[in-house]
């Protein structure tokens, strides 16, 4: 993997001269909310940041919980934690709900102002008596406090449930403002693993707003089409760690200390 990061790949890149062929996914979106430098260097640039370590026991509770969810959608069924919470309404049920749920092809909207196809993969959506429907995410952690939405990173979260939103009224669906993370916490107070794991599920709901989207959207159109690289965000870590480490290699050429040991 080491040898792909040495040369900026060309494959998903934005081209300024087809800039309508261009597509967007919901965590490229969310890539230049947080950072629009790191944004530019990954899709102007073809330079992504180096990937952490995947999630892999996360990645293994959401495809559980699609399993399970996916049973009650073929009988029509309210599944127990949705009828324990409230929650009128089914899983819904639609020819291309395993498209829309998988990471490369996804629910897909076309930006009118942009030309921009953006998409993105929900992990879930119910629907109520009416007909309208409730974009669905499903989360893993282990925690001894109460659960909650309020954490500042969390805000993550929630714009990736607004897109989502957003791009299912592209489709012309009736889309409730309210969606729901599903979220699964593992009981760490028991006596041992005994060769398993034991969830509690909740559910937190969260009203959500796409007002920001097209806005957003016409703006990374702008940093897209600049020749010029953007400021870095002032919290970002990767590009705090990359200012921070030329500044010191650089300093060793001046110095002319090739053997010096450099500090990271």
């Known amino acids: 993997m080491s040898q792909y990061y040495r040369v900026p790949r060309t494959k998903y890149k934005f ?53 399970e969810f996916d049973e009650y959608r073929k009988d029509g069924k309210t599944h127990p934690i949705m009828e324990e919470y409230g929650i009128d309404a089914v899983p819904f049920q639609h020819d291309d709900l395993e498209d829309w749920r998988h990471p490369f092809t996804g629910i897909r909207r076309k930006h009118e102002a942009t030309g921009f196809t953006v998409y993105g993969a929900p992990d879930d959506i119910w629907k109520n008596p009416e007909g309208r429907l409730a974009v669905v995410d499903y989360k893993a952690t282990s925690k001894q406090e109460k659960l909650s939405l309020s954490a500042d990173w969390q805000g993550a979260w929630k714009r990736q449930m607004e897109v989502y939103q957003w791009l299912l009224r592209g489709q012309d669906f009736d889309v409730s403002d309210r969606g729901y993370f599903v979220y699964a916490n593992a009981d760490k107070s028991l006596a041992g693993l005994n060769g398993s794991l034991q969830f509690d599920l909740q559910i937190l709901p969260y009203d959500g707003s796409d007002d920001w989207i097209d806005e ?6 702008e940093c897209l089409m600049s020749d010029e690289v953007p400021p870095a965000d002032a919290e970002c870590d990767y590009c705090t760690y990359r200012e921070v480490a030329s500044e010191v290699i650089q300093k060793a050429v001046e110095d002319e200390k090739p053997d010096q040991e450099l500090p990271f």
């Open 216 to 221: 957003t959207i016409v703006a990374i159109e």
């Open 15 to 67: 081209n300024p001269e087809k800039p309508e062929s261009f597509e967007l996914s919901r965590s490229k979106i969310d890539l230049f909310v947080e950072c629009p430098r790191c944004f530019y260097v990954d899709m102007r640039l073809g330079v992504k940041r180096v990937p952490g370590y995947p999630f892999t026991l996360n990645n293994a509770v959401d495809e559980l919980m699609k399993r």
